[in-house]
């Protein structure tokens, strides 16, 4: 029995002795953070992304608290919550929230492998980021889509996935929180994070090649060849052609879709458009074709 | 004209490969084993081939059924390599179904669950082998009789079997004893130990692992292999000088307890691990002075456990210990960076 | 004799000299002339002509874009077609000047006798007047790297020049350039070379050769000490152990003088050397001596399957094409074009691409050596971390790079590498250890300036 005694009473007395040196310990090393932090990081989704520019959702959180204590929370938006999110953290914070329009990442290439026939043979490490180093990549297109997927490898929401048969892209836009890593992975800034638009819709260029018509038009059959006359049709001025090619800027676009029309090559696409003409944009359409073989 | 191929520099590769590695060590273990036929006969035929099946079959197995065929090493040598250095650490009667259960572990256990090749902290032979001492402590130290060259002889077989003394036990019995003598002069000379003709003495010290007993053959592996420039002198030679020398100074200072230095480095499994286990790619460290600490640590753990420990043979455990500490030698141990010399006209 | 050579790593790929000994052909003049406006480090060119001027061989055609830029002459005579953009080494399309070929006329200031002009006969020369007429020259290196001669010949003010190295080496396999330049042009060579000390303001000149060409070190040797003996200058030809890389800047001084360069940005005129490639030293010869611009060059077109492969005299400008039908036209099958050797050249994507300053050879690899080998999973032999001559660890910048972690990779010294390539050529494993460093390199380099950029005061 004394020995029974005897281990109880040492090893109870060392738990005490331990418990007693944790709890000052914590008292005296504590560090204060304010409470809204914490609230307010329960609220943020927890996915760490990076998106909002910040590492985690801690910083974010800790961001938002100071951010509300000088008076404003402008410029703090949480992609992957959305503007429900961010409308309860400023309920919690007592601050007003501007609204801000859901976006997208979009692919602005359609240089598919049937309109951009390949013309070298890359061998070595399948990465963008290498390919883009050894030159203009498989295409005669320097600037297009290489396909090697450095955009899928960055996105943590598995939103978008190559397509094996175009060889391009495609974009989930119910997974994707526009949080902008494929955008700033890609090697030639062809991902852009556009406004989703109303019902989803959204008009784009889908180009980004700055050599001259003719040379672009040998290295891929849907590129833009900056001839301008979307720009004349556009009643809205939303589309500049700089550096032979067209952009249209999705916060003057009114999705009217005369540019879709005028386009030659069939190089401007409307997304999520019911189909009330044949014209899909993915593959030259009959005018289009007609035009190219009198030119 | 067809099309262009392009790529990033550099566009020319030298001839090396890991297949013209792992078969040029699986070359440089021949002489040992050619000298394993002479002393062990049969037994040590059917026990290597039955290790380096086992591996290659359990890798493959591996291979297709977890990994899902991610990467197909099975004909690069690498598991068939395992699978001999496994079958020279074992005493040539252990019976097939350890001999399968080792190559599960050292496989299994040692390699893949780490992901594979290139991925293991230990060496997955010798992991095979400490797996087998401990789990199976008498078969594994349990030696065939001398002469029985043509037969298979299953330690279970008591008449065939032989739990007999080898060198180490003999020196690390003296080191303790009072009459130390007694135990040292059953040593054998040292012409013996390096050709390993005292297999074949009738005193019956059939006793060693199938590749441990003929030091000249393993001698001549590592010249082969570093003609091939497959390995370089650092380990083995850190290794070896290491417990040389200290050997050599234990010896000074009480020769009657110790045995000498050359007979040390010439028993037991020593110049096998220095020479074909420590070196190992994978397990070993990347930069020259580290490999050079990574075979001084070894030597003084060899002799640490084979004087002082509970088993004769210490090498085994010191090369493990010394690969978990391979990581940390990488981290701090770096190659001299260009321009870091002094100016000098 | 103690064969000197760098001190840290090198690897000793196949030589493949096939046109060691194929005397220098004079290559016809193409129909169309190209010219990229950017053949070399710095801002590119800036054009002063348009469509339709006449030129002719020697007339400037840009000017200098900026401090660090050099400008280019016309190598032909005809008329400008257009100012447009073309594919070039690069494999991107860049600004380039297409002429026309018409005759074959020549700027009346050129001197194109034969006389050998030496420097004692030209009292008049400063080392100020040298630099000048190298700078309006265009003269940039033409080992390859292209940087503009002389900025090198005015080091910093923190920095002494103490002597002039000539890089003969021709490390690199296939290459036989320099070598038939060296055999063929050696009086003009030394001049160049006297001419270079003189502009830098030392008198310590090294010429460091491979062993595996000894015709050119005896030929050197015996007319150095003709040349420089009863000078005021020292000059050593210097026999070097063949190993790869060692053409390399940092890795010749460290062979020739025992002095290694520390990590950048330092260069090697910080240990006092200036290297400059024999081929530059024969343009500087003519550029100061002949009032001849750069518009020509040796270039080695080579190739195991090329039926006659040989060494040229190039105008600037030709296409490839016409240079490998001389050569007997594209081996059947598949193909890499590279602008440089197997070891650091580049893969064209077109063989329309124009030879340039740099283009010092075409290489043609085929078949199976023209593929790159299937990798496997890392071995962790070490033998990378040998050859490494920069006294790095590939395997794990490599690692560190193809996981993004730039803080450790710049730690471990990325930056230090020179690209040269003999980890990967060493690799047991075929791993794509120089693609991802270079990639790591970049970035990290990137992230230097602009943590510098931010960090500098504003003006």
């Known amino acids: 029995m004394d020995f029974i005694l005897t281990a109880v009473i040492v090893l109870g007395g060392i738990g005490l002795i331990a418990a007693i040196v944790l709890f000052v310990c914590s008292k005296k090393f504590a560090v204060y953070e304010d409470p809204r932090i914490g609230q307010v990081n329960e609220l943020l989704p927890g996915a760490n992304c990076g998106g909002c520019g910040f590492a985690g959702c801690g910083g974010m959180a800790d961001a938002l608290v100071k951010g509300a204590d000088s008076g404003s929370i402008d410029g703090l938006n949480c992609p992957v919550g959305g503007s429900e999110v961010m409308g309860q953290v400023a309920d919690l914070l007592g601050m007003a929230i501007a609204n801000s329009d859901p976006m997208v990442a979009v692919v602005r290439c359609n240089g598919s492998c049937t309109l951009r026939p390949k013309v070298n043979e890359y061998s070595g490490l399948r990465t963008c980021a290498a390919m883009n180093a050894c030159g203009a990549g498989e295409t005669a297109c320097g600037f297009g889509c290489l396909g090697c997927g450095d955009c899928v490898e960055a996105c943590e929401f598995d939103a978008i996935h190559i397509n094996p048969e175009s060889g391009l892209p495609e974009v989930d836009e119910d997974k994707c929180t526009a949080c902008g890593a494929c955008s700033k992975t890609c090697p030639r800034h062809i991902i852009e994070l556009r406004k989703k638009g109303p019902k989803n819709r959204r008009v784009f260029v889908s180009c980004v090649n700055k050599d001259k018509g003719a040379v672009a038009m040998k290295a891929c059959k849907a590129a833009c060849i900056g001839c301008g006359k979307c720009a004349k049709e556009c009643k809205f001025e939303a589309i500049t052609v700089e550096g032979n090619v067209a952009y249209i800027d999705f916060n003057k676009c009114r999705l009217c879709k005369k540019c879709v029309e005028a386009c030659p090559t069939g190089a401007i696409h409307a997304v999520n458009f019911p189909a009330s003409k044949p014209a899909a944009p993915t593959e030259p359409t009959e005018p289009t074709k007609a035009k190219e073989e009198t030119a | 004209m067809g099309k262009l191929i392009v790529s990033l520099s550099p566009h020319a590769h030298g001839t090396d490969s890991v297949e013209r590695n792992m078969y040029g060590v699986i070359i440089a273990l021949l002489p040992a084993l050619l000298a394993s036929f002479w002393f062990f006969g049969l037994g040590s035929a059917v026990v290597c081939l039955t290790s380096v099946v086992a591996c290659v079959l359990f890798e493959w197995a591996i291979n297709r059924f977890i990994f899902g065929n991610r990467q197909n090493t099975v004909l690069d040598g690498s598991a068939a390599l395992t699978g001999l250095l496994l079958g020279m650490n074992l005493p040539s009667n252990l019976p097939l179904w350890i001999i399968v259960i080792g190559a599960l572990f050292a496989i299994g256990v040692g390699k893949m669950t780490f992901g594979g090749l290139g991925q293991n902290i230990f060496n997955p032979a010798l992991v095979g082998r400490c797996v087998l001492l401990v789990a199976f402590p008498a078969q594994m130290t349990t030696w065939p009789k001398a002469g029985n060259l043509l037969v298979y002889p299953v330690s279970s077989d008591p008449v065939d079997g032989l739990t007999g003394a080898t060198p180490l036990s003999l020196m690390k019995q003296a080191i303790t004893s009072d009459e130390p003598q007694k135990y040292l002069d059953q040593l054998p000379s040292t012409l013996d130990l390096l050709l390993g003709n005292h297999v074949n003495a009738a005193g019956a010290l059939g006793a060693g692992t199938i590749g441990e007993v003929c030091a ?120 001299k960076r260009f321009g870091e010399v002094p100016a000098k006209q | 004799m103690n064969i000197r050579t760098f001190r840290i790593g090198g690897i000793h790929p196949e030589e493949n000299k096939l046109t060691h000994e194929v005397a220098t052909q004079v290559a016809p003049l193409p129909k169309q002339a190209i010219f990229p406006l950017s053949q070399h480090i710095g801002a590119p060119a800036k054009p002063v002509v348009q469509k339709g001027d006449k030129v002719k061989v020697g007339t400037l055609l840009a000017e200098a874009g900026g401090f660090v830029s050099a400008p280019i002459y016309s190598s032909v005579s005809g008329t400008v077609l257009k ?372 960090a500098a005061p504003k003006k």
């Open chain 2, 216 to 335: 000249l053959a393993l001698i001549i592996g590592l010249c082969f292999m570093l003609w091939r420039k497959i390995i370089t002198w650092h380990t083995p030679v850190s290794i070896i000088g290491t417990v040389f020398v200290v050997s050599g100074l234990m010896y000074l200072i009480d020769p009657a307890h110790y045995a000498s230095p050359v007979q040390v480095i010439l028993s037991g499994g020593l110049m096998l691990g220095a020479i074909f286990m420590a070196t190992d790619y994978v397990t070993s460290p990347m930069t020259h002075k580290g490999q050079l600490i990574y075979g001084v640590c070894i030597g003084l753990l060899t002799i640490v456990i084979r004087n002082w420990g509970a088993y004769p043979e210490g090498m085994s455990f010191a090369i493990l210990i010394m690969n978990a500490f391979t990581p940390l030698i990488n981290n701090y141990v770096k190659p």
């Open chain 3, 83 to 454: 100012i447009d953009t073309a594919v070039d080494a690069t494999g991107y399309r860049k600004p380039v000047i297409i002429i026309n070929v018409e005759g074959d006329e020549w700027e009346e200031t050129i001197d194109r006798s034969d006389k050998l002009e030496t420097v004692g006969a030209h009292p008049e020369l400063t080392p100020e007047e040298i630099v000048n007429r190298i700078k309006t020259a265009g003269v940039v290196g033409m080992g390859g790297a292209c940087f503009p001669t002389f900025i090198k010949l005015c080091p910093p003010p923190t920095a002494k020049a103490e002597c002039v190295i000539i890089n003969a080496v021709e490390c690199e396999p296939y290459i036989t350039a320099d070598y038939r330049l060296m055999m063929e042009h050696a009086d003009e060579i030394l001049v160049g070379l006297e001419l270079l000390m003189k502009g830098a303001k030392v008198t310590r000149g090294y010429i460091g050769i491979e062993t595996n060409k000894p015709a050119a070190i005896d030929l050197l040797t015996k007319k150095c000490a003709e040349v420089f003996s009863a000078s005021e200058y020292t000059v050593e030809v210097v026999p070097l152990k063949q190993r790869y890389p060692q053409g390399g800047e940092k890795q010749l001084v460290d062979a020739v003088i025992r002095r290694q360069v520390p990590a950048p940005p330092a260069i090697p005129v910080n240990v006092g050397a200036i290297v400059q490639n024999v081929g530059t030293a024969f343009a500087v010869y003519e550029a100061v001596m002949k009032h001849k611009p750069l518009f020509e060059r040796y270039t080695t077109v080579t190739g195991k399957r090329l039926e006659k492969p040989g060494n040229f005299l190039v105008r600037m400008g030709t296409p490839m094409q016409d240079l490998i039908n001389l050569c007997g036209g594209m081996p059947e099958g598949d193909n890499k074009v590279l602008a440089g050797g197997p070891m650091m050249g580049k893969a064209l994507t077109s063989i329309e691409v124009p030879i340039c300053k740099g283009t010092n050879s075409v290489t043609i690899l085929s078949d199976d050596d023209a593929v790159r080998q299937v990798p496997q999973s890392c071995i962790r032999c070490g033998k990378c971390v040998d050859v490494c001559p920069m006294g790095l660890e590939p395997y794990l910048l490599a690692k560190l790079s193809s996981f993004k972690q730039w803080e450790r990779a710049e730690k471990e010294d990325v930056v230090s590498c020179i690209e040269c390539g003999s980890c990967q050529f060493t690799c047991p494993a075929h791993r794509p250890l120089l693609d991802n460093i270079r990639q790591g390199k970049s970035t990290v380099m990137g992230i230097i300036r602009s943590r510098a950029a931010a």
